[in-house]
Structures are given as structure tokens and as C-alpha cells.
């Protein structure tokens, strides 16, 4: 005789809930566990930023340098605070810093934290520096070391 049909048909009826109630209450185990991880990734950071990930331009007639940085705050209506990791780049040169004061009306930049510029053969770390007349002169401040290569 077949041994299923020998089976006990309550027995056989508990064992098959029983498995359903436990695969059961491993998926919604799972699926909370996985809720849960999303949720707390996706937690929101509230920070004092005014501006994330800025970009602006510094346009004359003979170049545009063009300005990043991560992080930027409102001075005044103006006036720009640039943050971590500021880049300025043209077609002819990249200066890079972690804290510039940009000006958007008057068209200038200064900072007063290390700076490296770079050029085509030019390399200049200064200790800040100033870009004023649209970005056709650049002044560099404090203890500068400048490596020219041939």
C-alpha cells in the first residue's frame, strides 16, 4: 500500500500549516529587517548649507573661469562663502583650495587658506590668494613657493 495514504490526514494537515506559518514569519522577518536598513540610510541630514554643490563663472573678455566647490553659504546677497574642496579652472590655468569668499556682482574671489595653482609650467602653493579685474589678475598672499619646469 502507498505510504501517504497510510499518513494521518490531521497530522499531515498540522505539519503543512505549521511550515506555512513559519515560512511566513521568516518573510516578514525579513522584509522588516530590510524596511528597517532603508529607513536608516535614508535618514535625512539636516546641515548649515545653504547651497550644495555650487558653480559659478568668472567671465571676462579674455577667459571664463569657472568655480566649484561641495559646499556654499550666503554671506550677504553677494558674497559667497565656498567650501571643501573649491576648484577654480580656465583654458589656461586650475587653483584649488578648501575656503574662498566669492563675489558675485564684482566678479572676484579671495582666500586666505592654502592654495595650490597649477598652469603648463607653472606650480604655485601660496597661503591665499585674490583674483579681481574679471579674473585677469591673480594675487597671492603669504609665504608662496613657485616651480617653474622648462
Known sequence: MNSILSL?????LYL??????????FFSFKF????????????????????TEPKFAINSLSQK??????????IDND??????N?????DKFKIKTDKVTFNRR???AESNNKSIF????????????NIYDNGNKIQFYGKSKVILKW
Do not use: W
Open 8 to 12: 494521518n490526514k490531521n497530522f499531515v
Open 65 to 74: 573661469i569657472t568655480i566649484t566647490a561641495r559646499e556654499g553659504n550666503f
Open 86 to 90: 573649491v576648484m577654480f579652472e580656465s
Open 32 to 51: 522588516y529587517n530590510k524596511l528597517k536598513n532603508d529607513f536608516t540610510e535614508k535618514q535625512i541630514e539636516i546641515s548649515n548649507v545653504d547651497i
Open 106 to 108: 564684482e566678479q572676484t
Open 16 to 25: 503543512i500549516f505549521l511550515i506555512l506559518i513559519l515560512f511566513c514569519f
Open 79 to 84: 558674497k559667497i562663502l565656498l567650501q571643501k
Open 118 to 129: 597649477t598652469s603648463n609650467k607653472t606650480i604655485i602653493s601660496s597661503e591665499g590668494f
